[in-house]
């Protein structure tokens, strides 16, 4: 049975949506669940109800709601593309029901920004005593960039040593202001302090406070922020020779300027205040004043480049590989109606969800995408969309 029910409607999900309606082969049968239904009526129109064959409303912060939608639709696998804040909720919906799960980012409570794996990887035992399997952080990064860097592990390097994980978003949209992603999620993200790994222990800096000036292939030289990234935590477990590991992502100096007003006004703060009568979220509150990231894809120029630069050893010396990818904004909006930072967390998900499905990636438990043979995901990335290169170089990085 190759059935699956995807929870959330937004920018990912539809892509998600699109690209395993292309996928009978993989994916029988598509039912689709949100808050808000009338997104997933808006997408089961677009690919049509042959593909998308049921549509529901669920509130995904309710796991016994969740559940009697599983029980429901009876599911092979639920993809779960809805917020990071529902992951526990829908992953003890799968454990109640005895169905798989897939996810893209890691779960941080809504009350703080601080997102870890610890709260997910408390299930294993759990899953794997259900015999049912969970996929952590099945997007790009984290997701490909993991694979990325099991791939280098297997066909280039005896240990790694350096990991760098770069993401360049290289685009154009047009507006004054905006994210590409959810705009809560994005924020928080952005300005809680930036974390890296080195010489065994993590370390902390104050938020966009240290820049690299990189040279991203076919997009040119951008300014790069550390920050601190989820992908970073399980790597440097599953390959312990890692000595340093960091996150690098690109913002351009009008994004900065504009969040740097908008957090000393308070309209970063996700602690409520009051305000005529009730309580209410500045940051929840400059989300919905903000454009839908679904809505940037018209008119969205330029490419992305997201990739990982790995230093290690092979037979005793030393050498740097980056592996990565380009997407172009504009072809993403011809093929599904999105721009290229969606399609590039779409589209691993619905990879990741085959691999499960066609048991290539099949193990109860809790699992990060790492820990699977890299191989045959690689070349469905080739397949689907998200086309790969490898080259050797030297490392732009100083030690």
């Known amino acids: 049975m190759s059935r699956v029910l995807i929870i959330g409607a937004g920018g990912v999900a539809g892509v998600v949506v699109k690209k ?13 669940a949100s808050r808000t239904v009338a997104k997933c009526e808006k997408l089961q129109a677009e690919v049509g109800k042959d593909r998308v064959v049921g549509v529901y409303q669920v509130d995904a912060d309710k796991a016994d709601e969740v559940a ?13 593309v809805a917020l990071p804040y529902q992951d526990l909720p829908i992953m003890d919906a799968c454990l109640a029901t005895g169905v798989h799960y897939l996810d893209t980012a890691n779960y941080e409570p809504k009350d703080e920004a601080k997102f870890e794996y610890s709260w997910q990887w408390a299930y294993h035992e759990r899953f794997k005593e259900k015999g049912i399997m969970a996929l952590l952080g099945a997007g790009f990064d984290p997701g490909v960039t993991n694979v990325f860097t099991a791939y280098a592990a297997k066909h280039y390097f005896d240990e790694i040593h350096y990991l760098d994980i770069v993401d360049c978003n290289g685009g154009d949209h047009g507006q004054a202001f905006a994210t590409n992603f959810n705009p809560e999620i994005n924020i928080r993200e952005i300005t809680q302090r930036g974390k890296f790994w080195e010489n065994g222990e993590w370390h902390e800096t104050d938020p966009i406070s240290v820049r690299e000036d990189l040279d991203y292939p076919n997009v040119g030289v951008r300014a790069s922020y550390l920050l601190f990234h989820e992908e970073l935590e399980s790597l440097v477990k599953h390959f312990p020779t890692i000595k340093r590991a960091r996150f690098w992502m690109t913002f351009g100096e009008q994004y900065l ?39 940037l894809a018209e008119g969205y120029t330029g490419l992305t480049c997201i990739g990982t630069y790995v230093t290690g050893v092979k037979d005793g010396k030393e050498k740097t590989i980056f592996i990565y990818n380009n997407c172009d904004h504009s072809v993403c ?59 050797e170089c030297e490392s732009p990085f100083k030690r």
């Open 20 to 32: 395993c309606a292309m996928l009978p082969e993989y994916f029988s049968e598509i039912h689709l």
């Open 68 to 80: 009697d939608l599983i029980r429901q639709v009876e599911p092979a696998l639920v993809i779960n």
């Open 257 to 295: 300027t504009h969040l740097r007003v908008l957090e000393n006004v308070g309209m970063t703060s996700i602690q409520p205040v009051d305000f005529q009568g009730q309580k209410i979220v500045p940051l929840e509150f400059l989300k919905a004043v903000l454009p839908n990231p679904g809505s």
């Open 333 to 391: 909006n011809a093929e599904v109606g999105a721009q290229a930072v969606s399609y590039t967390t779409g589209v691993p998900a619905m990879i990741g969800a085959s691999m499960m499905l066609q048991e290539h990636w099949m193990k109860p438990g809790v699992w990060n995408m790492e820990q699977f043979d890299p191989d045959e995901f690689m070349e469905r990335l080739n397949k689907y969309g998200l086309p790969w290169q490898v080259v």
